[in-house]
């Protein structure tokens, strides 16, 4: 049983690039959740998507978008890359028989370095 | 707004010493709360939770108890191993819709 999957796992932009990041949920599971880690800070939610649409958002500007497909992967897309979106991207997942609890499968995160 | 504080590391113990990382949270209705553990070059993953008030979470020999009347949550284990170091996040879930907040982390070294 194929966990939560990222790709790329690393890559390197410049400022004002643009940079998709890709998630693949855990089998049986329907919602997707995206989060952005600074180094030495703990994950900060960004937004969630559940049946193609975003459900919740965090405080991130519109930069920050999103899409989910019918296959439950998804996408983060980030424009306009500034220095401070430096960091480690996580998606998580959730649904199926854990769905509603709160208990959440991450993978392995992006790690984005924008110079 | 929900919000998760813990306590700042780094925490550094010895073998075989008791650990205790404190958690507090604030939130409206009746949360989840967990904690998520992340160890070196792995991603995260979640360690123990309790979903409603006295519940006692436990799993590989730590354990936390959801205080409502403190708002609180505090890992403890009784003898840390080398292979404890990692990353530990406590969290709060908004249950309805798997949203989960998390704290800033508590890095904890443990030596032989």
């Known amino acids: 049983d194929a966990g939560v999957t990222q790709s790329p796992t690393h890559l390197i932009k410049t400022r004002g690039q643009q940079v998709t990041l890709r998630c693949s949920p855990k089998s049986g599971h329907d919602t997707v959740s995206w989060y952005q880690q600074a180094l030495g800070q703990g994950p900060q939610f960004i937004f969630q998507y559940y049946e193609e649409e975003e459900r919740q958002r965090g405080n991130f500007p519109d930069r920050f978008s999103g899409h989910q497909f019918p296959n439950y992967s998804s996408e983060l897309n980030v424009n306009a890359l500034l220095l401070g979106d430096s960091a480690l991207y996580l998606c998580?997942?959730?649904?199926?028989?854990?769905?509603?609890?709160?208990?959440?499968?991450f993978g392995e995160g992006s790690r984005l370095t924008v110079l | 707004g929900d919000s998760v504080t813990q306590m700042e590391g780094p925490v550094t113990l010895s073998e075989e010493a008791f650990l205790t990382i404190n958690c507090t949270y604030t939130?409206?209705?009746?949360?989840?709360l967990f904690w998520y553990v992340q160890y070196p070059g792995e991603g995260l993953q979640l360690l123990l939770k309790a979903t409603k008030a006295d519940d006692k979470g436990s799993n590989k020999g730590f354990e936390a108890t959801y205080r409502k009347e403190t708002t609180s949550f505090h890992l403890e284990k009784g003898s840390v191993q080398v292979s404890d170091s990692a990353v530990y996040f406590c969290a709060l879930g908004v249950t309805s819709y798997d949203k989960v907040i998390f704290g800033p982390g508590t890095s904890l070294s443990v030596i032989p």
């Open positions: 939130a409206t209705g009746y949360p989840s």
């Open positions: 998580a997942s959730s649904g199926g028989r854990t769905g509603g609890t709160g208990e959440l499968f």
